[in-house]
């Protein structure tokens, strides 16, 4: 039988999750400008579910309407993506930390099983990208939820949370970028699965920060614009 969820899913829902999507993996570039009749021709949506679905994104912060200008997908500067990054070290180094002590064997255990399937996934694209869909498959999010502490998740998985993931996938496609990734999860549930909240946070801060440096190194070299 299926979810509740899946059973009252609608047109616009499916509109949604379509342009978050092509917003995420750059299909739809940050600052680019969109119209309705374009969308509903490139990703064959009606004009009803598209205009909810456009309402939804806006709230989110993925884009943006400026008086006499339209809609653009949201963007930001270099340096403003670099700052994103110094408070995701300090407050996903907690949320690693807290996690730690407050998940449960039983959450471990699959966030364990979503890094397999994360792992199949890189495989299927040899390698190139490492896209996480929102949510519960979302490593980053799993540890921001497992933190149990609701005023740091309120900070991370608000708008910053989307704005971050505009951006991640575009620099999961550095060359062997994917697999580092990956292993460097892996090395953080195993902290939290020892429940060293020491390790979890060193480790969480000095993933977020290899990032950070993967973004510098691309801004320098050109190979990331804005």
Avoid: W
Avoid at 32 to 46: A, Y
Avoid at 80 to 102: H, K, N, P, S, T
Avoid at 110 to 136: F, K, P, V
Avoid at 178 to 200: F, M, T, Y
């Amino acid at each position: 039988m299926l979810a509740a969820s899946q059973q009252t899913r609608t047109r616009a829902d499916d509109a949604f999750d379509c342009l978050q999507t092509a917003i995420v993996k750059g299909e739809l570039a940050p600052g680019e400008k969109i119209g309705e009749v374009e969308l509903c021709e490139r990703f064959e949506l009606t004009r009803g579910p598209l205009r909810e679905a456009l309402g939804r994104l806006e709230s989110r912060g993925l884009l943006v309407r400026r008086p006499h200008a339209g809609v653009k997908v949201v963007s930001i500067s270099g340096d403003e993506l670099l700052e994103l990054y110094r408070i995701r070290e300090v407050m996903e180094g907690l949320a690693a930390r807290q996690a730690a002590d407050r998940m449960t064997d039983a959450e471990i255990t699959d966030l364990l099983s979503t890094l397999d399937s994360h792992e199949r996934m890189i495989e299927e694209a040899q390698g190139q990208a490492y896209y996480q869909a929102e949510g519960d498959y979302d490593f980053h999010h799993r540890i921001t939820t497992g933190s149990r502490n609701a005023k740091l998740a309120q900070m991370l998985l608000g708008d910053l949370y989307y704005l971050v993931r505009l951006y991640r996938y575009r620099l999961s496609t550095a060359s062997g970028r994917p697999h580092r990734a990956l292993s460097e999860h892996r090395r953080i549930v195993e902290a939290i699965a020892d429940r060293d909240g020491e390790l979890a946070e060193f480790l969480m801060k000095r993933h977020i920060n290899a990032a950070r440096l993967n973004i510098e190194k691309r801004i320098e070299e050109g190979a990331l614009t804005f």
